[in-house]
């Protein structure tokens, strides 16, 4: 089984940066496929990005890349979450999540998960 531990949410300006860290341990971790996902007050989980732990190409949701950047560190067995430009809609609990499925887009598509990290941007 794998673990997951997030840390690195704050409360930030608009316009500021932030990076997110999960630190991942377990299982044998080339079989799973770690993401983000985030959740905003009173709105349901919603997927932001996912890398494979071995080999593909990472992916971010259409409506943050170019904001926001995943990547990982094989040594380290950490995965990162590079956070610019963030805007006040931002605002939300941020997963650091794993699954044997080879595209993940969805939450359901994820079934171990971190604590979450709050991230609050504000106006």
């Known amino acids: 089984q794998v673990q997951l531990v997030e840390s690195g949410g704050g409360l930030v300006q608009s316009g500021g940066s932030l990076r997110l860290s999960c630190e991942v341990s377990g299982d044998t971790l080339s079989n799973y496929v770690l993401g983000w996902l985030r959740q905003a007050p009173g709105k349901g989980r919603k997927f932001v990005a996912s890398v494979p732990w071995t080999g593909g190409t990472e992916f971010t949701a259409g409506s943050l890349a170019g904001r926001f950047t995943i990547s990982k560190d094989s040594v380290k067995n950490m995965v990162y979450l590079q956070m610019d430009s963030l805007k006040p809609e931002d605002t939300a609990v941020y997963y650091c999540?794993?699954?044997?499925?080879?595209?993940?887009?969805?939450?359901?598509?994820?079934?171990?998960w971190g604590q979450g990290t709050q991230v609050t941007v504000s106006s």
């Open positions: 999540a794993a699954t044997g499925r080879r595209i993940p887009r969805t939450p359901d598509d994820f079934s171990i």
